[in-house]
Every structure is written in C-alpha cells, then in structure tokens.
C-alpha cells in the first residue's frame, strides 16, 4: 500500500504531520550523525535541502507483528490491525508526537524542531550503502523483489540539525524535567529518554513516543499507564543522579529515595504494630487511654485549670465509655 506523502500523515484519528515541502527538491547526503552499530529504529544523516543544513532521520521498514507479541488475544481481536501500525510504527509515532507539539505552538521549545516528513527515493539506498556503510532498511522480501524504480520509497522525518551540545548543569536538567512534564501534559510520552536522545538540551527521538489518542490508554490497566508514565520520569532521574551535577534537584531525588525507604521501614512497622494491637491489647489500651485520661483529668483538677466545656464534654464521655467496658 503506498503511502500519500503528499498529505498529514498518518491518515488516521489524532495528531499529524505536515510534508516537508510541496515542491521538488535536492537532498544532499553529508554525513551519518548516527551509529551504524546500533540496531535502532532509522539511520539519521545530515543533509542540505533547499540551501539549509538538517539532520534527516530515515525510519527502517517495520513489522507490525513486533507490536503484536506483546499483545494479549483479546487486544489482537479488537484492535484493527491498521491502528496497531499506526500507532507503533516508530515513522508514525513520530508524525504524530510531533504533530502534536505543533499542534500546541511547542515545535523546537520542548524538543528539537520538526520541519515535516518526506519520502526517499528506493535508489538512492545505494548511495547510502557506498557512501556511509548503512545497508540496513528491514525491506519486505516482497518489496526487496520488485525492480528499483518500483519499490517503496524510504519514509524520513527532517528536523533542525544539532550541532551543539551544552554541558548538563543544574538549569538544564530541570528545563529537561519541566519539557518532560509539559509533553505529558499534551498527551505526548516519549518513554525513551536517555541522554543519547537529547541534544541541545532538548529531546530528540520520539520513535517509541506514545501520543494520545492511543489504544494502550483504552486498553491497558491503570498500573501499566502509570508505571508507563512513572518510568519517564525515572529514566530523567538516572540522567541527573549520573552526570554528577550537585542540583537541589538531584538532593531532592536522593532525599526522596531515602524517604521512600525510610516510609516503607515505618509503615511495615505499623502494620505490624496495628496488627498487635488490634488483636491481641485492644482492651489493654482501652483501658490505658481512658487511666491516662483520667490522670489527665485530676491533673487539670488539682491544678484548678477550668477546662473548657469541650474537654469537660469529652471527659465525661469517656468516663461513661469506662463504666460501659
Ligand atoms: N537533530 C539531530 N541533530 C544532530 N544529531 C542527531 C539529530 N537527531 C539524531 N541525531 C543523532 O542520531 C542518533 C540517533 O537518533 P535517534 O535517537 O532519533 O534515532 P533512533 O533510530 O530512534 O535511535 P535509537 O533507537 O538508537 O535510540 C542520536 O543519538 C544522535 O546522535
Ligand atoms: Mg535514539
């Protein structure tokens, strides 16, 4: 099925992404920004297209039975297969986390500006292999079967070349969190943060980005979406906590390691405790309550402090508790 390059894509429910350009133009190939050794989603390059230099990431095919696996039977059986791609294929999830933050008027403010997506012609795949090394696209055996000018093109995403990369300081980190926090608060999750993924302070990958509307929030537990959203926001953690950077921030995350141990320790002690007493001392520490509150009361008496008519009140009703146990 070939795809309408020309339109937003995906043509689908939700958010999407403009063409690039209209019109025809060159694609210059310059360099490979990314790892050939990885095994990621696409290869990334820096190019010149109209005059201006990008960096273009060029999405490897995919196999919409990888999304599958994970899947229970039931999902299978009531999602369509189409929304499944839709919503997985690393080419999509980027169309549409992106078509999101435009949508919002936050293109190159919360991550690194998207300008749009195109195709790449299937023989310029030689090019590349010569040039660069990069022989990896996960071509169907069907398509990889057809004569050059008859198979798919290459589906890439062009965004604004980054050629910087700022020290991380304690500013960055936490212009890093409130990025973060402002995309969730679009119904962006790009899950996969890792410091390889930034680059100029700002996020750059959103291949495995999970943008409402989206099946997972119909059909997974309430855990899953929490842990799903919870995990982002430790992976950030990981980042502060590893470069080192002394920030209230990060003495806030420790702080807040600590506390949550500190928090388990006294609330397993509790329960414990309750559970004591509970069941075994419970009119031990009836009794207890109501000959201290009686000390109380003679206190209050001997030292001819008038207490108020509340306490008074509250005396006299547990008074009558005792005389009732
Ligand atoms: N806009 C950019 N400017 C400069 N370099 C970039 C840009 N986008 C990506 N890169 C480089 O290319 C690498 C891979 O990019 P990206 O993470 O988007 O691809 P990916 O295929 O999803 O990678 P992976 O699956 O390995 O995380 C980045 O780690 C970065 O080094
Ligand atoms: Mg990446």
């Known amino acids: 099925m070939s795809i309408p390059f020309h339109k937003k894509l995906p043509q689908c429910q939700g958010p999407k992404l403009s063409p690039f350009s209209k019109t025809r133009f060159d694609i210059q190939f310059i360099?490979?920004?990314?790892?050939?050794?990885?095994?990621?989603?696409?290869?990334?390059f820096e190019v010149i297209m109209n005059g201006s230099h990008y960096a273009l990431k060029v999405f490897k095919f995919y196999d919409v039975r990888v999304a599958t696996v994970g899947m229970?039977?039931?999902?299978?059986?009531?999602?369509?297969?189409?929304?499944?791609?839709?919503?997985?294929?690393?080419?999509?999830?980027?169309c549409r986390a992106y078509g999101r933050l435009i949508e919002y008027g936050v293109?190159?403010?919360?991550?690194?500006?998207?300008?749009?997506?195109?195709?790449?012609?299937?023989?310029?795949?030689?090019?590349?292999?010569?040039?660069?090394?990069?022989?990896?696209?996960?071509?169907?055996e069907d398509d990889s079967a057809l004569t050059m000018s008859k198979r798919q093109p290459l589906r890439a995403i062009v965004k604004d070349l980054i050629q910087n990369h700022p020290p991380l300081t304690e500013k960055l980190l936490g212009r890093m969190r409130k990025d973060l926090l402002k995309m969730r608060k679009l119904?962006?999750?790009?899950?996969?943060?890792?410091?390889?993924?930034y680059g100029g302070g700002l996020l750059l990958d959103f291949s495995i980005a999970i943008t409402k509307p989206h099946w997972v929030f119909?059909?997974?537990?309430?855990?899953?979406?929490?842990?799903?959203?919870?995990?982002?926001?430790?992976?950030l953690q990981v980042i502060m906590l590893e470069s080192g950077v002394k920030t209230w921030l990060r003495a806030r995350e420790k702080a807040r390691a600590i506390a949550?141990?500190?928090?388990?320790?006294?609330?397993?002690?509790?329960?414990?405790?309750?559970?004591?007493?509970?069941?075994?001392?419970?009119?031990?520490?009836?009794?207890l309550l109501l000959e201290g509150t009686g000390a109380y009361r003679a206190f209050v008496t001997r030292d001819t402090i008038v207490p108020t008519?509340?306490?008074?009140?509250?005396?006299?009703?547990?008074?009558?508790m005792r005389d009732m146990i």
């Open 218 to 235: 119909e059909w997974e537990e309430p855990w899953w979406i929490r842990s799903m959203k919870n995990d982002e926001m430790q992976k």
């Open 31 to 44: 360099r490979l920004l990314s790892d050939n050794e990885r095994e990621g989603h696409s290869h990334v």
């Open 260 to 287: 949550v141990v500190i928090d388990l320790v006294f609330y397993t002690t509790r329960a414990a405790a309750c559970h004591i007493w509970r069941n075994t001392t419970k009119q031990l520490a009836y009794g």
């Open 72 to 94: 229970s039977e039931e999902e299978i059986r009531n999602i369509s297969i189409k929304t499944i791609r839709l919503q997985t294929d690393p080419f999509y999830n980027e």
């Open 309 to 320: 008519p509340a306490i008074t009140c509250a005396l006299n009703l547990l008074n009558d």
């Open 187 to 197: 119904g962006v999750h790009p899950q996969d943060v890792r410091l390889r993924n």
């Open 107 to 140: 293109n190159g403010k919360v991550a690194v500006r998207c300008h749009g997506h195109m195709a790449i012609l299937a023989a310029r795949e030689e090019e590349l292999a010569q040039r660069f090394e990069v022989h990896t696209w996960n071509r169907p």
